[in-house]
């Protein structure tokens, strides 16, 4: 079946460093992917997203790229923020099914101090 | 409006109680969902509904009862609910054949 996998964490970082988040997946066919953010006390909210192969997702700062022969993709960002401080998941959506239904990767804690 | 509402924000029940939590959605999306998290962990699936028709089930036990009333509503209603089904409780909504959810802020449930 589907799955993906999300480096371990928790990840801290100091403002302005640059932040990597690996992700691959397990999928047939070309899945489209995802990444949401969870702040903490809320509910998940979409941060980019990649529907086929070498698309690059990209948002407040945030790039990922679809790479279809690593089977990846991971999450960058340039310079963090203390604001950045969430959880992080990946996610895939399979490319068959009209409702078809979102695998998460375990999510990673990213902490930023200042 | 891109937004899906849920309510309450934070429940507190009885293991005897019922209630019943509200999501709605007026982005014309044919698809909802529940979704359960607990701490520290990944969204699970519940239930999903498409075009208000219950599609998929993921063998939850039968003292969460889903309906979806119309296109823009879904409620899940908890009956005799155990201390392990504590958890933050998401709904979500989507396109058909368009992947990527739009996900509400959540229900807070406390079994007592």
């Known amino acids: 079946g589907d799955s993906v996998t999300q480096m371990e964490g928790p990840v801290t970082l100091s403002e302005e460093a640059f932040l990597t988040i690996n992700c691959t997946y397990t999928?047939?066919?070309?899945?489209?992917l995802f990444w949401y953010v969870q702040y903490p006390g809320e509910g998940l909210q979409l941060l980019l997203k990649a529907t086929k192969a070498d698309d690059k997702g990209s948002n407040k700062g945030f790039e990922a790229t679809y790479r279809k022969e690593t089977t990846s993709f991971h999450l960058e960002k340039g310079s963090v923020q203390v604001s950045d401080s969430a959880v992080y998941f990946c996610a895939l959506s399979p490319d068959t099914g009209a409702n078809s239904k979102l695998t998460f990767g375990k999510g990673i804690t990213l902490s930023v101090r200042p | 409006d891109t937004e899906v509402t849920q309510t309450p924000k934070h429940l507190v029940m009885g293991m005897t109680n019922k209630k019943s939590l509200k999501c709605e959605q007026h982005m014309g999306h044919r698809a909802m969902y529940w979704y359960k998290q607990k701490a520290k962990k990944p969204p699970e699936l519940m239930f999903v509904?498409?075009?208000?028709?219950?599609?998929i089930n993921e063998s939850v036990p039968s003292r969460f009862s889903p309906e979806c009333p119309n296109s823009s509503l879904l409620n899940l209603h908890l009956h005799a609910l155990q201390p392990e089904d504590s958890a933050l409780y998401l709904c979500?909504?989507?396109?058909?054949?368009?992947?990527?959810?739009?996900f509400g802020s959540g229900t807070r449930l406390t079994v007592v």
């Open positions: 509904y498409s075009y208000e028709k219950l599609s």
């Open positions: 979500a909504s989507s396109q058909i054949q368009v992947r990527g959810y739009t």
């Open positions: 999928a047939t066919g070309y899945p489209s």
